[in-house]
């Protein structure tokens, strides 16, 4: 018995070391991925193991689905995950953002550490599949980070906070400076190029070879993203609003909430936003002027992404769920 326990001790020490790792779910091939985790690393120790989702086949064709909940006509069966680990400041924590990279299934989100840190906001990473490896981006000096956007083509997230926009790779979580030293950050989107807003000055920067290019130079942005069509939606006093592409056409003020809780855009390119009520849809109307914000659902979380199958996730406080599409149109409606 001592020698087994030895042996398996030794495999983990050397799988920490080595970092070989192989994903396989029922939905996905299989698949191995090598992540160098420097031993006593910033992982944060044992997590809740996800729980298993409800087999399509159980709730195929007409059979009533009693752990979905209806979103847009479509039912979704609702699953808890586990609690996302970190080192959370107060009672009651928020996570305010929160992306999927595809190719790993790694989730980032933003939190605000503990009262003695000092530094305000942080993002953190948590693998969706294998909890257990988890942990904080930091770097050799102080960051203040909070908002962030994927690049899921080149593996690469790009962080923006206190001191310009730095880059982290999959690898070594290890931050790198991009552009804009000195400046706050208040949100980036990636999309081919690289788009930003900082706290002093109006408009949406894209960045571009060392050039600038300024959309909406006249307005003060709170939040935005683009969807499948390069077309702007975004949050600033007065509400939500959609900027088109195509310039012939004005500005479609979607709705005159100021407290979108955030914006997130599917693996289709459609836009999402939510508050304390629920979570809605923006639908591109063929008469662009006619475009509208639908509310598909009461559920309101704090932050909310989509992973490589579309399926929703979505935060309140700590915990983390799933919605996840199943092969039947019978289940609460919500």
Known sequence: ????????????????????????????????????????????????????????????GNEYCHSCVKIDNICY????????????????????????????NVIYYTFEPKFSDKEYSKVGYISLYYPEFSGVISGGQTFNFGPFDIDHTERKVYLGGSDGIWVVDDINYFPTYFIEKSNLITNVVVKD?????????????????????????????HKFVLDGEY?????????????????????????????????????KGSVYAWDIYGIYKVIVDKVLSQSTLKRVTGIAPDAMAFDESNNIIYSIKKKLYKLAKVATSKCFAR
């Open 1 to 60: 018995m001592g020698r087994a326990l030895a042996v398996v001790f030794t495999t983990l020490v050397l799988q920490a070391l080595w970092g070989s790792v192989t994903l396989s779910t029922r939905s996905l091939p299989k698949l191995t991925f090598s992540f160098y985790i420097p031993a006593f690393s910033s992982l944060l120790g044992p997590r809740t193991a996800a729980t298993k989702i409800v087999d399509q086949a159980e709730v195929e």
């Open 193 to 221: 190029y690289v788009y930003f807003t900082t706290s002093d000055r109006k408009g949406i920067f894209k960045y571009f070879a060392g050039y600038y290019f300024v959309h909406l130079a006249d307005k003060t942005i």
């Open 231 to 267: 077309n702007i939606v975004y949050l600033n006093d007065t509400g939500l609003f959609i900027s088109f592409l195509n310039k012939n056409h004005r500005d479609v003020q979607l709705s005159t909430e100021p407290w979108m809780r955030g914006l997130t855009v599917d693996m």
């Open 77 to 104: 069966n609702h699953t808890y995950l586990f609690e996302l680990p970190a080192p959370f400041g107060g009672q009651h924590p928020v996570v305010k953002r929160m992306g999927i990279m595809n190719f790993t």
